[in-house]
């Protein structure tokens, strides 16, 4: 299986902040992963799909990126409404496999 | 609108089976894989499976492989996860989602306990 390591599990800032979370991949994915968000009580929202495309509706403030077998999601000018979990998911090879998450807090 | 709703949580007792169901509408169901996600309390997320758009092709995570099941009904928009032999560490919110995961379902909770 491919694993997803996500780091930092936990990510204080402060708001106006730029902040980047960023998974590693065991194995070439390609392109091939999608970012969510998570709020308290609520489903998984896709965010950036295709490792680097915004989804509909999401924020010109996220943007994803990639280097190597490292992928990123970055938030400009952090926002209250921004503090949640975020995961990466690889969709390159079954099983399909998400990174252990990263809680993004008010510092 | 495309929605998503899950039923047939509940709280069962261990070594037990359940079968979930997650109604579809809004699109095309029979132009879409259809897939399975569970999160454990304060856990993060776990990838069950997927299923495309026949049936003829269905994937799974090795570990669960062997519990779980998931089927469709395109005539009635309807997908499913049946699960057999159920543990405590079964215990979750089980989401669907459409291919891709753009859209998901509000989750069900189901929880193994005697």
């Known amino acids: 299986d491919i694993q997803m390591t996500q780091s930092p599990s936990s990510l204080p800032a402060s708001l106006g902040d730029r902040v980047t979370i960023t998974c590693r991949a065991s194995q070439d994915i390609g392109n091939y992963l999608r970012w969510f968000q998570q709020k308290p009580g609520k489903s998984p929202r896709l965010m950036i799909y295709?490792?680097?495309n915004l989804a509909a509706g999401v924020p010109s403030r996220f943007s994803g990126s990639r280097s190597g077998s490292d992928y990123s999601l970055t938030i400009n000018s952090l926002e209250s409404e921004d503090m949640a979990i975020y995961y990466c998911l690889q969709h390159n090879e079954y099983p399909f496999t998400f990174g252990s998450g990263t809680k993004l807090e008010i510092k | 609108e495309v929605k998503l709703v899950e039923s047939g949580g509940g709280l069962v007792q261990p070594g037990r089976s359940l079968k979930l169901s997650c109604a579809a509408s809004g699109f095309s169901f029979n132009d879409y894989w259809m897939g399975w996600v569970r999160q454990a309390p304060g856990k993060g997320l776990e990838w069950i499976g997927e299923?495309?758009?026949?049936?003829?092709?269905?994937n799974y995570t090795p570990s669960l492989k062997d519990k779980f099941t998931i089927s469709r009904d395109n005539a009635q928009n309807t997908l499913y996860l049946q699960m057999s032999k159920l543990g405590s560490e079964d215990t979750a919110i089980y989401y669907c989602?459409?291919?891709?995961?753009?859209?998901w379902g509000q989750g069900v909770m189901v929880t193994v306990s005697s």
């Open positions: 299923i495309n758009q026949d049936s003829s092709t269905i």
């Open positions: 295709g490792a680097t």
């Open positions: 989602a459409r291919a891709k995961f753009l859209y």
